[in-house]
């Protein structure tokens, strides 16, 4: 597939997973909601390997970066993600994704040393700007709502493990370790470390029954995890982590019409100026290497 396809299919499918994650919420506790999202996705991931003959043996060195991997990016990432959902609509959650296009663009100069772009850096503070002045009457309730703040806190903390695990996506994919085998032995490790974490913090594994949350479950796992993976994996690749992560600007603005539709976010004249110059920002830093697929 070009950038650009990958580019879009990682933006509609995550755009809308905030608000199904918001539906298993209402169903289990965070730490067995990703635990079972990843256990699925991992399942259905390594069931299509298999029918594509796919080889699933791979030298022991090359596990233990797929467990860094998949510890960062499948447990603690996600985890974080989900207790901040429980506590800051699904929108506000997806803002804090918009700054990994400047994080991962330090992270890539710190790690590998890769030359800063200052199309790339500009185009990101645009992003960051408009998605600031979007939730900015948000964000003014800070001081006065601590669950606010908390999730605020969570949220950042989720953006910083999901980009050191692009660091380690981008090294491990320079040492060929790449593939939907590599995605399925993450996601694996990722559900593993969960199971783990609910067993250890004695998190009773409870969870209310409805077709709302079995379809929310399945989408989150075989098109928010399984497909949307593959297809950002398969983009970081393309583009590099910088340019990968504007994906998480552009989700935002989908994510903030679900929420308007679905969770009665009020649209103001903030709301689209913010939007101007999150898409502003975003054409400024992807046009030449979407259109080119370099």
Same mark, same amino acid.
């Given at each position: =597939?070009?950038?650009?396809?990958?580019?879009?299919?990682?933006?509609?499918?995550?755009?809308?997973?905030?608000?199904? @994650?918001?539906?298993?919420?209402?169903?289990?506790?965070?730490?067995?909601?990703?635990?079972?999202?990843?256990?699925?996705?991992?399942?259905?991931?390594?069931?299509?390997?298999?029918? #594509?003959?796919?080889?699933?043996?791979? %030298?022991?060195?090359?596990?233990?970066?797929?467990?860094?991997?998949? &510890?960062?990016?499948?447990?603690?990432?996600?985890?974080?993600?989900?207790?901040?959902?429980?506590?800051?609509?699904?929108?506000?959650?997806?803002? /804090?994704?918009?700054? =990994?296009?400047?994080?991962?663009?330090?992270? +890539?100069?710190?790690?590998? /040393?890769? %030359? =800063?772009? /200052?199309?790339?850096?500009?185009?990101?503070?645009?992003?960051?700007?408009?998605?600031?002045? @979007?939730?900015? %009457?948000?964000?003014?309730?800070?001081?006065?709502?601590?669950?606010?703040?908390? !999730?605020?806190?969570?949220?950042?903390?989720? $953006?910083?493990?999901?980009?050191?695990?692009?660091?380690?996506?981008? #090294?491990?994919?320079?040492?060929? *370790?790449?593939?939907?085998?590599?995605?399925?032995?993450?996601?694996?490790?990722?559900?593993?470390?969960?199971?783990?974490? $609910? $067993?250890?913090?004695?998190?009773?594994?409870?969870?209310?029954?409805?077709?709302?949350? $079995?379809?929310? &479950?399945?989408?989150?796992?075989?098109?928010? +995890?399984?497909?949307?993976?593959?297809?950002?994996?398969?983009?970081?690749?393309?583009?590099? %982590?910088? #340019?990968?992560?504007?994906?998480?600007? =552009?989700?935002? *603005?989908?994510?903030?019409?679900?929420?308007?539709?679905?969770?009665?976010?009020?649209?103001? #004249?903030?709301?689209? *100026?913010? @939007?101007? &110059?999150?898409?502003? !920002?975003?054409?400024?830093?992807?046009?030449?290497?979407?259109?080119?697929?370099?």
């Amino acid at each position: =597939m070009s950038a650009a396809s990958l580019f879009a299919t990682c933006v509609l499918i995550w755009g809308t997973t905030w608000y199904a @994650i918001t539906l298993q919420l209402a169903s289990t506790s965070p730490a067995v909601g990703v635990a079972l999202r990843f256990s699925l996705a991992a399942a259905l991931i390594f069931l299509w390997c298999i029918a #594509r003959g796919h080889r699933l043996r791979l %030298p022991r060195a090359t596990h233990a970066w797929l467990a860094l991997m998949g &510890l960062l990016n499948f447990f603690v990432s996600y985890l974080f993600v989900y207790y901040a959902e429980q506590r800051i609509v699904s929108g506000l959650v997806a803002v /804090g994704y918009s700054a =990994m296009p400047l994080l991962n663009m330090a992270l +890539s100069r710190l790690f590998f /040393g890769t %030359p =800063m772009s /200052g199309r790339v850096g500009l185009g990101g503070l645009l992003g960051v700007s408009g998605i600031a002045l @979007i939730f900015w %009457p948000e964000f003014a309730r800070f001081a006065a709502d601590a669950p606010l703040l908390a !999730g605020a806190v969570l949220t950042a903390l989720a $953006v910083l493990t999901s980009g050191l695990a692009n660091m380690v996506v981008t #090294r491990n994919q320079s040492a060929g *370790i790449d593939g939907w085998t590599a995605i399925a032995y993450a996601m694996a490790y990722g559900a593993l470390g969960t199971w783990a974490y $609910v $067993v250890l913090s004695g998190d009773p594994v409870r969870i209310v029954w409805s077709g709302r949350f $079995v379809a929310a &479950l399945f989408y989150l796992a075989a098109l928010g +995890s399984a497909l949307a993976f593959g297809a950002y994996f398969a983009l970081l690749r393309q583009v590099g %982590p910088a #340019r990968a992560a504007y994906v998480g600007v =552009m989700s935002t *603005i989908v994510a903030l019409l679900v929420s308007a539709t679905l969770e009665g976010y009020d649209w103001t #004249r903030a709301t689209m *100026i913010g @939007i101007a &110059l999150a898409v502003a !920002g975003n054409v400024l830093a992807l046009n030449r290497s979407v259109k080119s697929g370099a």
